[in-house]
């Protein structure tokens, strides 16, 4: 199971961050890998349909009569459990908002050859499963376990790796209570994009912890040594820097771009007067503590609205903004209860994660 992280230097080589325009195979990924408009900031929920997705390989095939979740390694009494099995447990319903650990990599120069998102990797929906705890509890996790490994059903070559894509979390943040192996997304089944039969939520991570079309879960008495563990999502200077590995999503806010867009620049056009800016801001490592509005360069507090939607999804924010005719740079920035705030300079790193530079829109007030 254990995936070959070894890169060939041919593969390594031809991959390196570019100076250059986007190259097809970015707009091969960009076109597979849908974001969420930003006009979807609207909605507490996104709609099932406008929640961004990122598909590493294939969506795998899976017919759910035959589809079975193995939980193994060590524990002490293995289970095969079937679709209809899992759906029989007692399950819960927990609102978790999603981002890409890529969001932002589009505007890194150079940039880091992959899923060029600009602003629009998220998504928050209502996820229904079973919590993961009541599952290692039926199966009996040994005491020398320290790492739960994830697999999914799809298959394919990353850098010269073939793997099935899989990743792995500490044993004690895999017993975590908001933890859940969910098999509906918005009140129904999973779409095939979104994981069906069953994928992992990890509330607070970023995208690539949630594990889609999971067909094992595995306990280890050491770390994974998989390819999305060891290669992929690391915070790197460059080639050679081991790094930090990426985990809980950083700070950030976004606004619903205010009035019209232009088609083409998606420029936006407002009509002078009271405008009410809304956005939505949340953060995985901590909370949210404050959200900012800058108008040409001058910062204003938004007011931040109560977190209806539970401690793991978006909280939204809005500002009354008198807007006086001309052309206007508007921006936003949250601040976490650490006191980590959105930068406004974009930092770099070698993959692009983690990318939560400050939203920028440019306005025209007619
Ligand atoms: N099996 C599997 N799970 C996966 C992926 C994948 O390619 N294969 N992509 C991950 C990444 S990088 C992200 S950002 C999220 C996206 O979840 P979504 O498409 O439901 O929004 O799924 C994660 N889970
Ligand atoms: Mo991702």
Redesign the pocket.
Known sequence: MTADAKLSPKAAASLLPTEGPLIPEELQLATRNGGMPLEALRYDITPVGL???????DIPDVDPATWRLRVDGLVERPLDLSYDEIRALPAEKLTVT?E?AGNGRARLFPRPLSMPWLNE?I?TARWRGVPLHRVLDRAGVSRKAVDVVFT?A?HGIEKGCEQD?ARSIQLDDALRPEVLLAFEMNDQPLLP???FPLRLLIPGWY??M????LTRIEVLAQPFDGYQQQVAYWYKKDANDRGEPVKRMRIRALMVPPGFPDYFTRHRYVEHGLVILRGRAWAGKSSVARVEVGIDGKWTDAVLHEATLGAFAWRSWSLEWNAGPGDHELTCRATDADGDVQPTKQPWNFQGMGNNLAQQISVTVR
């Open positions: 929640h961004y997705q990122l598909i590493h390989f999603l890409c990797a998504g999914g799809d894509y994009q979104h994981g995208g690539m949630h594990v889609k079309w």
